[in-house]
């Protein structure tokens, strides 16, 4: 495969001739990343990311990346979300645990094995994790320190692990920039070094004899066959299943044909003083190379042994559109997609996700009459500037979509609110519209005649920036898992202001702001109650317990008279939540344990009497409310179990209290 047109003939049965064109069409567009460096989910093109650097998709389509500088792994789903996998945005650490407990250090190269455990270079802390299709995260070797040590998994020491692969016999390979060298992680655990030595430096060969400088990227072939971006030597290198090592692709081609313009060969170093490149390799052996020193992407046609440039013009930006004019700023990684010719790119300094889809185009031409050639058309250059209306400042990140009278393009504005596009030539009307997050649609329509090229100004208007609605998520409270068709109602008093229920991922986002009472509802769980303040962006997070046998509610807004069993009406609303519950769960029997504070201190018979007293009263009010008197027993405790300092009024007032067991589910 190629991205150039070639010309093949192919005759006819019956003696004639025809020509077969073949052509090969290079798109670029952006997935996920709206240009903006920081956190944010949602919509993939008005995520926020952080230097993403690490890339695999699954066959259903999710793109898993590894985001450096928020120190998480993410992905973008099918449906065009950005969505958490793992991690704490932003917060660098070393934990196993699900999902949202897991902590990661600056996450490198990622990939996925057949039953769907994704596997991680934990960058800085020296270690490869692995991230369970249910969310559980944990350690498969390393992260016991940098070192240069081969054994069992957690005993083996890794320096900066960078990318990682699996074959078809199971095995892992992890490639260190560290410790420059290729490491194999074996289906037992173990760790065994396969080739590089642990210093820098060039050397082809077997085993530990063999050196890498720096090595970025990592990609294996239909046959076990690896691939190493050696970015200090700026080469790609080959590793055989038997462990030879040999030099691949050098640094200016040799012994391959270049099509087209290289200018000056592999580079990989990046802005930042480091190296960023990767690899991948699609079915037919031909490999694909993210070289971020030199902002391009370059195919590497193994059989025809040529070399071009599939995408990018050596100049940094971020421009969608034909791969010959689209730009990238320091693409670090690439990865073959859910098809074989679909590749999606970490873009590191744009802080975005690219795709690269190419398209084979094939056409017969039947032999024409020879004749003065006539002068082909010439495509339009459009050269496009988004400006804001007022400031005349570049708008970044816009996406433009331009047009024509037989095909539309999407285009994304650069550092300096530029696209370019080509455009068919002929006389036509031109429509220009641009969107994005914080200004006004803006849109324009203008006659394009021959020539060129077209050069364009859309103005955008800053819109008020969008109220973002309160975000509440309900989880079990063990495993953090989202909790769906939770009923959520918001209180003003005893008025019921506003109620829904939770999405398949625990999600209820309510419309209106202020002062409510939150409560939230789901069979087998006990009833959540809380007074928030619920303003736009704000959010809540509710742990919902569940009702299983020998679990406790404690309740702190059950309000008796001083000194006294009486039950105060203020009490009401909790212990209407709590009839309602054994309503919804007519299985459920509970027992109800009253507590006093250490009260006087000379008679701790009357707190044990009060204490009994107390709980037989809220037995009393929820056999009144229709629970029947068999699913209800009280016991008093006193002053025996406090679980707070009974010395400050704070933590009397949470001593006296009234807890719910359950004692059959």
């Known amino acids: 495969m190629r991205a150039v047109a070639g010309l093949f003939c192919l005759p006819y049965l019956w003696g004639w001739a025809q020509t077969l064109e073949v052509t090969y069409k290079v798109e670029v567009s952006t997935v996920a990343g709206s240009g903006r460096v920081g956190y944010r989910g949602g919509p993939a093109l008005e995520a926020a990311l952080n230097r993403p650097n690490g890339i695999t998709v699954d066959k259903a389509g999710h793109i898993y990346f590894s985001d450096d500088d928020n120190h998480c792994v993410r992905k973008v789903t099918p449906d ?133 400088n720096s090595p970025v990227g990592l990609a294996i072939d239909k046959n076990d066959n690896l691939y190493v971006v050696d970015a200090g030597n700026r080469c790609i290198r080959k590793i055989t299943p038997t462990g030879e090592v040999s030099t691949f692709v050098s640094l200016n081609f040799r012994g391959w044909t270049i099509r087209g313009e290289l200018a000056g060969g592999l580079n990989f170093s990046t802005s930042g003083g480091g190296y960023g490149g990767g690899v991948a390799v699609d079915p037919e052996g031909n490999l694909y190379i993210a070289d971020g020193g030199r902002h391009i992407v370059y195919q590497i046609n193994a059989a025809e042994k040529t070399v071009e440039i599939l995408a990018g013009t050596g100049r940094p930006g971020w421009i969608d559109g034909q791969g010959k004019y689209a730009r990238f700023f320091e693409p670090v990684e690439i990865c073959l997609g859910e098809k074989p010719n679909v590749f999606y790119v970490c873009d590191y300094r744009n802080a975005a996700i690219r795709r690269i889809t190419i398209e084979k185009l094939e056409k017969y031409r039947k032999p024409q009459p020879v ?94 920036p969008p109220v973002r609605p309160f975000y509440l998520r309900v989880v079990e409270e063990k495993s953090k898992a989202p909790v769906a068709g939770a009923r959520v109602q918001l209180l003003s008093g005893a008025t019921l202001a506003q109620s829904g229920t939770t999405s398949s991922e625990g999600v209820y986002q309510p419309t209106l702001s202020g002062t409510y009472t939150v409560e939230v509802t789901h069979k087998g769980f006990f009833p959540f109650a809380q007074t928030v303040e619920v303003r736009p962006g704000d959010s809540l997070v509710v742990l919902l317990k569940k009702a299983e046998t020998g679990a406790f509610l404690r309740e702190t807004r059950i309000y008796f008279e001083p000194n006294s069993p009486v039950l105060k009406p203020s009490s009401y609303p909790a212990l209407d939540r709590i009839a309602d519950f054994l309503k919804q769960n007519p299985s459920i029997r509970l027992r109800i344990h009253g507590h006093t504070d250490i009260g006087s201190l000379e008679d701790p018979q009357h707190n044990q009497r009060l204490s009994e007293e107390r709980a037989i009263n809220v037995r009393q009010y929820l056999i009144r409310k229709g629970i029947s008197p068999d699913r209800l027993q009280a016991v008093g405790h006193g002053n025996t179990q406090p679980i707070a300092d009974n010395s400050t009024p704070e933590g009397r007032a949470l001593n006296r209290r009234v807890e719910f067991e359950v004692i059959s589910p």
């Open 80 to 212: 065009g979300q950005v969505v958490l996998v793992a991690g704490q945005p932003r917060r660098a650490g070393f934990q196993d645990g699900d999902r949202e407990e897991a902590a990661f250090a600056s996450p490198h190269g990622l990939t996925l094995d057949p039953a769907g455990n994704l596997y991680v270079c934990d960058y800085l802390n020296h270690a490869i994790r692995r991230i369970s299709p249910s969310g559980e995260v944990t350690t498969l070797a390393g992260g016991n320190g940098g070192g240069f040590q081969d054994g069992p998994g957690r005993q083996a020491q890794f320096l900066y692990p960078i990318a990682i692969v699996h074959d078809s016999k199971g095995n892992l390979w992890v490639l260190e920039s560290g410790n420059h060298a290729l490491r194999k992680i074996t289906p037992q655990g173990r760790v065994v070094t396969v080739a590089g030595n642990g210093s820098p430096g060039y050397r082809d060969g077997k085993g530990r004899e063999t050196q890498f």
């Open 371 to 464: 004749d003065t050639p006539k002068a082909a058309p010439q495509p339009l250059a459009l050269q496009l500037t988004v400006i804001e209306e007022g400031t005349g400042q570049p708008i970044v990140g816009a996406q433009v979509h331009v047009t024509c009278p037989d095909k539309t393009l999407s285009l994304l504005t650069s550092a300096r609110g530029e696209a370019q596009a080509e455009l068919p030539p002929g006389s036509y009307t031109l429509t220009l519209s641009a969107t994005k997050e914080g200004y006004d649609p803006a849109q324009k329509s203008l006659k394009v005649q021959e020539g060129g090229p077209l050069r364009v100004e859309l103005r955008m208007r800053k819109s008020p």
